[in-house]
């Protein structure tokens, strides 16, 4: 079985040499990364040839692909868009099926960008209503209306077996499970709410 070389190890700079013990140094005073290792670790760069990038590429190529092969399936079946799909399922997530314009920015998992153009597409097609916002004067609520929910169920069922098929039956339960955590692991910001296919508004 094959190995990587292990780093060179070098002497830490956090625990002080013998008989220098309660003198800080000028360069632990100066570079924080002596005094927090963290620090230190969140400013390491990889070099382009770090064999850890080709995971990451992995993750990427992965991602495109599928969300590309997803959108093309929506297109195919004329339903609608994937960011209109994504915008409507935050909405059926979502109190009362209603989110301000600051909370849908926050919940798409696609992109922010063009999210107001986009929006205002929806309502335009009769699938959000713009509501006030009784608490703020000059605030609005983006609403899902009926037709959008009727969209949103419509276009589930092309989504979601696309979802099957170029994920769920690639995988075990246990490979599953295995991607969840480290998907967890790596979010900044991890979503608190159960699976797409239990939330309200596709049943």
């Known amino acids: 079985m094959s190995s990587l070389p292990e780093p060179q190890r070098t002497p830490d700079a956090s625990v002080p040499a013998p008989g220098t013990q309660g003198a800080a140094s000028p360069a632990s005073r100066a570079d924080p990364a002596v005094v927090n290792p963290a620090a230190s670790r969140r400013r390491s760069t990889l070099r382009p040839d770090d064999w850890r990038l080709s995971a990451w590429r992995s993750f990427l190529r992965t991602y495109t692909h599928i969300v590309r092969q997803l959108e093309h399936d929506l297109q195919t079946h004329h339903k609608i ?40 597409r929806l309502q335009r097609e009769g699938l959000v209503e ?49 991607l969840q955590r480290l998907m967890t692991k790596l979010d900044l910001a991890p979503a608190a709410s159960p699976l797409i296919e239990d939330q309200p508004g596709l049943d």
């Open 81 to 120: 868009a994937i960011a209109s799909y994504d915008v409507l399922v935050q909405l059926a997530e979502a109190p009362d099926h209603r989110l301000r314009m600051s909370e849908l920015a926050d919940a798409v998992l696609l992109s922010r960008s063009g999210l107001t153009r986009l929006v205002d």
């Open 130 to 178: 713009r509501h006030p916002d009784p608490g703020d004067a000059r605030g609005l609520f983006t609403v899902m209306t009926d037709k959008g929910r009727a969209a949103l169920r419509d276009a589930a069922v092309v989504h979601l077996a696309g979802i099957s098929e170029l994920v769920v039956a690639k995988l075990t339960d246990a490979e599953l499970a295995e």
